[in-house]
């Protein structure tokens, strides 16, 4: 049942604070821009302009949503032996948003500037801490989900600090004076023009899977058990293309600022060759081992609970190269300053997610509501791809004349 009420967490989680990482990403491809054209003072002026942004609507959406949270629980059909646990642990999540927001923004100025490694450092010290707390507060004081909610916020927290630190002592050029905070709303609209497109697109695919986990949910706890699972499991290997993605916005955001199209042709070529062999990676992990990573979270002896995250991965695996596909072009576009497409991209995926929902969800098995994920990712990439080919051959073209 506590895997189950975390779980079943997991995609209003990305909804909530995909949103701020949206906005943040979409934030620093216009200071990654302005780092490339080496126009610094801009440049800063942006980060001022992009820390005002993120408190207001960290602040903002954690007042909403805690107004709101038992309201949402219940249109995802959250069960009632698990509804205590998933309020109290989505409350303590909706407190630290303001934390969640300074830890993206400072990541993503990090990236920016082109070093990916500190953030990195700081989330695996994060997430040692992360590790370190849960069992101290649920294993020793006994607090259940709530520990594990607490553990996610401070461990967060501290590395949001981390970053914060190495900034000041290492980044001078990100070093903010007086004349940087000066309100500008035409920066604020140009940074909103780039950040909103970007936290929608995170947020309409996480609508997309709020409707299957309520699909999900419909079936009980063994069934969020096992979707939960499996789920974590995805989002442990896909990060490499996730990773990958905010490597090609940052890439192309810097070489665009240079005008360096053709740097950027090359990157998004090979970014994608990569992908799809560690795809092909992933489809055979999953396939292969997928009933033994749900070890992970679960006792051998749940065997119905593990039944249902093997039946998962047998239902998507041969999906992964579509899913690798949408993080290349998607983030291609966003650091070419392009948010509109993948956003629409994001739609595309919403539309599919949910006619699959309709059409499927308590009429037959779940393997069927399974199959929301794929056709997802596919619809995903009818807008991006053309796209894409159609705005770097414009950009081709200017640039050789």
Request: some cysteine; proline content about 3%.
């Given at each position: 049942?506590?895997?189950?009420?975390?779980?079943?967490?997991?995609?209003?989680?990305?909804?909530?604070?995909?949103?701020?990482?949206?906005?943040?990403?979409g934030f620093a491809i216009i200071v990654?821009?302005?780092?490339?054209?080496?126009?610094?003072?801009?440049?800063?002026?942006?980060?001022?302009?992009?820390?005002?942004?993120?408190?207001?609507?960290?602040?903002?959406?954690?007042?909403?949503?805690?107004?709101?949270?038992?309201?949402?629980?219940?249109?995802?059909?959250?069960?009632?032996?698990?509804?205590?646990?998933?309020?109290?642990?989505?409350?303590?999540?909706?407190?630290?948003?303001?934390?969640?927001?300074?830890?993206?923004?400072?990541?993503?100025?990090?990236?920016?500037?082109?070093?990916?490694?500190?953030?990195?450092?700081?989330?695996?010290?994060?997430?040692?801490?992360?590790?370190?707390?849960?069992?101290?507060?649920?294993?020793?004081?006994?607090?259940?989900?709530?520990?594990?909610?607490?553990?996610t916020v401070i461990a967060q927290g501290?590395?949001?600090?981390?970053?914060?630190?190495?900034?000041?002592?290492?980044?001078?050029?990100?070093?903010?004076?007086?004349?940087?905070?000066?309100?500008?709303?035409?920066?604020?609209?140009?940074?909103?023009?780039?950040?909103?497109?970007?936290?929608?697109?995170?947020?309409?695919?996480?609508?997309?899977?709020?409707?299957?986990?309520?699909?999900?949910?419909?079936?009980?706890?063994?069934?969020?058990?096992?979707?939960?699972?499996?789920?974590?499991?995805?989002?442990?290997?896909?990060?490499?293309?996730?990773?990958?993605?905010?490597?090609?916005?940052?890439?192309?955001?810097?070489?665009?600022?240079?005008?360096?199209?053709?740097?950027?042709?090359?990157?998004?070529?090979?970014?994608?060759?990569?992908?799809?062999?560690?795809?092909?990676?992933?489809?055979?992990?999953?396939?292969?081992?997928?009933?033994?990573?749900?070890?992970?979270?679960?006792?051998?002896?749940?065997?119905?609970?593990?039944?249902?995250?093997?039946?998962?991965?047998?239902?998507?695996?041969?999906?992964?190269?579509?899913?690798?596909?949408?993080?290349?072009?998607?983030?291609?576009?966003?650091?070419?300053?392009?948010?509109?497409?993948?956003?629409?991209?994001?739609?595309?995926?919403?539309?599919?997610?949910?006619?699959?929902?309709?059409?499927?969800?308590?009429?037959?098995?779940?393997?069927?509501?399974?199959?929301?994920?794929?056709?997802?990712?596919?619809?995903?990439?009818?807008?991006?791809?053309?796209?894409?080919?159609?705005?770097?051959?414009?950009?081709?073209?200017?640039?050789?004349?």
């Amino acid at each position: 049942d506590a895997l189950a009420a975390i779980g079943s967490t997991g995609s209003l989680m990305f909804f909530v604070t995909g949103w701020l990482n949206g906005l943040s990403s979409g934030f620093a491809i216009i200071v990654a821009q302005m780092f490339g054209a080496k126009k610094f003072d801009r440049m800063r002026h942006y980060v001022a302009m992009s820390i005002y942004l993120m408190a207001a609507f960290s602040i903002v959406m954690t007042i909403g949503f805690s107004l709101a949270n038992k309201p949402i629980l219940h249109l995802m059909n959250s069960p009632e032996e698990v509804f205590g646990d998933v309020t109290a642990y989505m409350g303590i999540i909706y407190a630290g948003l303001i934390i969640t927001g300074a830890y993206n923004a400072l990541a993503a100025f990090l990236r920016a500037l082109g070093d990916s490694k500190s953030p990195l450092y700081f989330l695996i010290i994060s997430a040692v801490i992360n590790v370190i707390l849960d069992v101290v507060f649920i294993v020793v004081f006994g607090m259940g989900v709530e520990g594990c909610g607490y553990a996610t916020v401070i461990a967060q927290g501290i590395s949001a600090v981390c970053c914060l630190i190495y900034i000041v002592k290492r980044f001078p050029i990100l070093h903010l004076e007086r004349k940087n905070f000066e309100i500008s709303w035409g920066s604020f609209g140009r940074l909103l023009k780039l950040g909103i497109p970007m936290g929608l697109q995170f947020s309409i695919t996480a609508i997309g899977t709020i409707i299957v986990q309520s699909a999900v949910n419909i079936y009980g706890a063994t069934y969020m058990a096992g979707f939960s699972a499996a789920g974590k499991i995805q989002n442990v290997i896909g990060m490499v293309a996730v990773s990958m993605g905010a490597t090609i916005a940052t890439y192309v955001g810097q070489n665009r600022g240079a005008g360096r199209m053709d740097r950027v042709k090359q990157g998004v070529k090979y970014s994608w060759i990569m992908l799809l062999v560690w795809s092909v990676v992933e489809m055979a992990l999953v396939y292969f081992g997928g009933k033994y990573f749900t070890y992970l979270f679960i006792s051998p002896s749940q065997t119905d609970v593990v039944q249902v995250s093997v039946i998962y991965f047998r239902t998507v695996f041969w999906a992964y190269p579509f899913l690798c596909t949408i993080f290349v072009f998607r983030n291609a576009l966003q650091g070419m300053g392009y948010g509109m497409v993948p956003m629409l991209g994001g739609v595309f995926e919403l539309v599919a997610r949910t006619l699959i929902v309709v059409l499927v969800a308590g009429r037959t098995t779940f393997a069927g509501v399974c199959l929301a994920d794929p056709m997802a990712w596919i619809a995903a990439l009818i807008p991006l791809i053309p796209y894409y080919y159609y705005v770097m051959g414009k950009h081709m073209k200017a640039m050789r004349q």
